[in-house]
Each structure stands twice: as C-alpha cells, then as structure tokens.
C-alpha cells in the first residue's frame, strides 16, 4: 500500500519535533496534505485494478484446479472445451435461482440481468477465442498446477484462444482490448 503519507510525516516529526504544532496552511502541512491525496489516489487506482484482475485469476483458478485433479498431466482437448463450457455456464443455477423467485410480471433484478450479461459476455468470448492457460502441454500444465494465487505469475504461463468451432491461437497476457 501506498506509504507517501507516513513518509512524509515521519520527515516533518524529525524536522519539526511535533507534527501536530503545524500552522494550518504552512508548508508542512500542504506537503502532509498532497501526500495523503496520493496515497488515496493510488489506493483507488489499485483497487479499480485489481477489480478488473479478478475475473482473469478466477478462470486461471478454475483450470488450476482442472488441472490438478487430473493429476498435473496435460488434458486432452475435447475435455478442455468441456471445461470451457463448464466455466461459461457456471452461473446458470443462480440465474435460475433469481428468475423463480421474482414474481411474475415483475422486471428483472439487477442480480438477474448482471448474470445474464455475464453468462452472454462468456458465450460470445468462447464463440470467438476462449483465453485460457495453454493446458495440452506437460510443462504449462505443472507450471499451473504450482500457480499460487498471483498475478505476475500467470504471465509465465503460456496462454491460447480456443473456439467452440475448434480452433486454437497462442494469446498474449494480459489481454490486451478484446483481442
């Protein structure tokens, strides 16, 4: 986390004795001001990453454990695209769940139409290139199977994109736009 503030308030404290003997509009006190700014600024900028890493290392995840459950060996490809389609429509149930008990001639809920463009955005996604960790390969498959959680890791993996039509492309991560 940032540390700007606490930097800057332990280099008045030396010079100054007491940083709370600060005039209010001195120096001092802008200076601890436009650090606490930027400390809160980069707070909010790696918090809005983060919310956009999540669904990538959710899916990295999913096939982790895919992975492992086959015993860290390479999966064959007409599993992978079972486990695409696992993955696309894993919110089905609930999407069920929130329709049965909305009443009827009701609108939807936001609940109900987040998952629906979720489930849509995912179809879509797997009709043109599905971006996962490349997983017929034994050494891409124990590099995965040891992932621990982290980000910078995955770019050590190889990623492809595979079509429900059956196609497969090498992809670059992070992806960059749609792609």
């Not at 001092?28 to 700014?37: F, I, N």
């Not at 096939?63 to 599993?79: L, Y």
């Amino acid at each position: 986390m940032p540390k700007t503030f606490e930097r800057t308030r332990k280099a008045i404290a030396k010079k100054k004795g007491a940083v709370d003997s600060l005039h209010q509009y001195s120096r001092d006190s802008k200076r601890l001001h436009r650090a606490q700014v930027r400390d809160g600024k980069l707070e909010k900028i790696a918090a809005s990453r983060k919310k956009s890493d999540k669904p990538y290392l959710e899916r990295a995840t999913f096939f982790q454990e895919a992975v492992k459950q086959n015993g860290s060996q390479p999966v064959q490809m007409d599993v992978i695209h079972e486990l695409i389609k696992t993955f696309v429509h894993q919110h089905d149930e609930e999407l069920s769940e929130v329709k049965k008990t909305r009443r009827p001639g009701r609108p939807a809920s936001a609940r109900e139409d987040l998952l629906k463009v979720k489930i849509d955005k995912l179809q879509k996604e797997y009709q043109s290139g599905f971006l996962i960790p490349e997983l017929d390969t034994e050494e891409n498959a124990t590099v995965l199977s040891r992932w621990e959680g982290s980000w910078s890791y995955l770019t050590t993996l190889k990623w492809v994109r595979i079509s429900s039509a059956g196609s497969v492309q090498p992809s670059s991560f992070p992806p960059r736009g749609e792609h």
